[in-house]
């Protein structure tokens, strides 16, 4: 599991990253906040092929902040 960081937008800590067929959500249960990272148009036939092409790229978006590089 990734080392999250807070909230952006309330510094909650409550976070959890949900696996779909879609892709992957990171989420923050405190105030709703969330970023995906998704297939788009489509769905994948398993969880573990949506894991394997999203999972960082969501982990990555969440853990971006204004005062990082891109």
Same mark, same amino acid.
Not at 55 to 69: F, M
């Given at each position: 599991?990734? +080392? &999250?960081?807070?909230? =952006?937008?309330?510094?909650?800590? $409550? *976070?959890?990253? *949900? *696996?779909?067929?879609?892709?992957?959500?990171?989420?923050?249960?405190?105030?709703? %906040? $969330? #970023?995906?990272?998704?297939?788009?148009?489509?769905?994948?036939?398993? &969880? !573990? !092929?949506?894991?394997?092409?999203?999972?960082? $790229?969501? #982990?990555?978006?969440? +853990?971006?902040? %204004? +005062? !990082?590089? =891109?």
């Amino acid at each position: 599991m990734a +080392d &999250l960081k807070p909230c =952006p937008f309330c510094g909650g800590e $409550n *976070i959890t990253i *949900i *696996i779909m067929l879609r892709g992957v959500k990171v989420e923050c249960f405190t105030c709703g %906040a $969330n #970023v995906r990272s998704t297939k788009g148009d489509g769905m994948y036939k398993t &969880l !573990n !092929n949506a894991r394997k092409y999203h999972y960082k $790229n969501a #982990v990555r978006a969440w +853990d971006r902040r %204004a +005062d !990082n590089e =891109p």
